[in-house]
């Protein structure tokens, strides 16, 4: 008999915090060896969670579904399968969920997903399909069995009008059944913890993660910055740019950032920290090397 699948709810709302680690289905063979090698590399960090993103089309929605029951059966870790709606029937939705539990996938991240035109296109709802995270929420509620977290945004979602209604939108996610967040990829503190204020003026309680990605790529990271909707704030540019020629530096540069912003997410009170580590591992534990408290 497998071990029972530990309650993530339980491991953020304790007093020690958790730490997570995010990967990408990869494209091809090359990728898929370089993800299991990442994975052998982190496991023995013991992380409380690792999730999977879904990826867009066909191809890698199946990849992430056949990595995350990997994950589930022959690892220690407990996997969260993330699921977007977009492009897809109910049924189909339905489908992946059943599938997730079926593997023993028992937590979920439900989201929306970007529209197929790209993060900026308009959105549009497939036919037999859902228009907001919340209904998938439901869904997954309504079939029971897992633990379901969802998206929250420091800096808010690019398409919402205010920071309020934003607020808002995450408090009504927590109503319909998730219980717990991770953040969108942001560099200033305070901006994770005003979301985390607007939550609780709307009566909700939801455990946020906030999500860290170290800028080891100064290209790289201001590309997935522009098409999440963040700002790269200009202290932070200040201090990696004068590296911008030299590799090693930037890399040293943007480990000591993601640090400190680490450290003051936890000493604010933020429940544990989830790592976008691109399928590499080097950064990471690095990062959570220097972070462990010293014996
Ligand atoms: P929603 O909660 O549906 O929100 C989308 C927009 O609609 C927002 O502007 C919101 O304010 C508004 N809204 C929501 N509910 C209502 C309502 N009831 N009435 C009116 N307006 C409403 N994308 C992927 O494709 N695959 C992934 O694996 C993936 N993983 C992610 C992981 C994290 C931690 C994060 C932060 C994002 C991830 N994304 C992923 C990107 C995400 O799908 C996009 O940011 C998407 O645009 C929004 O998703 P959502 O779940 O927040 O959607």
Redesign the pocket.
């Known amino acids: 008999m497998s071990e029972p699948v530990p309650s993530l709810v339980r491991l953020l709302r304790a007093p020690e915090p958790t730490f997570s680690f995010e990967f990408f289905p990869p494209k091809d063979d090359e990728g898929e060896a370089l993800l299991w090698r990442t994975i052998a590399e982190l496991e023995p960090l013991g992380p409380s969670f690792v999730s999977v993103?879904?990826g867009?089309g066909g191809a890698g929605q199946s990849r992430t579904i056949r990595v995350t029951r990997r994950i589930a059966e022959e690892t220690s870790l407990t996997p969260v399968g993330?699921l977007?709606v977009?492009g897809q029937s109910r049924g189909e939705i339905e489908d992946v969920l059943k599938q997730y539990a079926a593997s023993g996938v028992r937590h979920v991240?439900?989201?929306?997903?970007?529209p197929q035109g790209g993060?900026r296109a308009p959105w549009e709802t497939h036919p037999d399909g859902m228009t907001?995270?919340?209904e998938l929420v439901e869904l997954a509620r309504d079939l029971g069995g897992f633990e379901i977290g969802?998206?929250?945004?420091p800096e808010g979602?690019p398409?919402?009008e205010t920071l309020e209604?934003?607020a808002e939108?995450l408090a009504?996610?927590h109503e319909a059944g998730a219980s717990f967040a991770?953040?969108?990829l942001f560099f200033r503190a305070d901006d994770y913890f005003a979301l985390v204020d607007r939550l609780r003026a709307n009566g909700s309680d939801l455990p946020v993660v906030p999500?860290i990605m170290p800028v080891l790529n100064l290209n790289q990271v201001a590309r997935m910055a522009e098409l999440?909707g963040v700002a790269i704030p200009d202290p932070v540019l200040a201090e990696l740019e004068p590296h911008r020629d030299d590799p090693a530096a930037l890399r040293a540069a943007g480990i000591d950032l993601a640090v400190r912003l680490c450290r003051e997410l936890l000493d604010g009170g933020a429940p544990g920290l989830h790592f976008y580590t691109l399928n590499r591992s080097k950064a990471t534990r690095e990062i959570f090397e220097q972070l462990r408290p010293r014996g």
Do not use: E, N, W
């Open positions: 993103t879904y867009a993330h977007t977009v991240l439900a989201l929306r997903g970007d993060p907001h995270a919340t969802v998206a929250a945004f979602h398409d919402c209604r934003d939108v009504a996610k991770i953040t969108q999500g999440s």
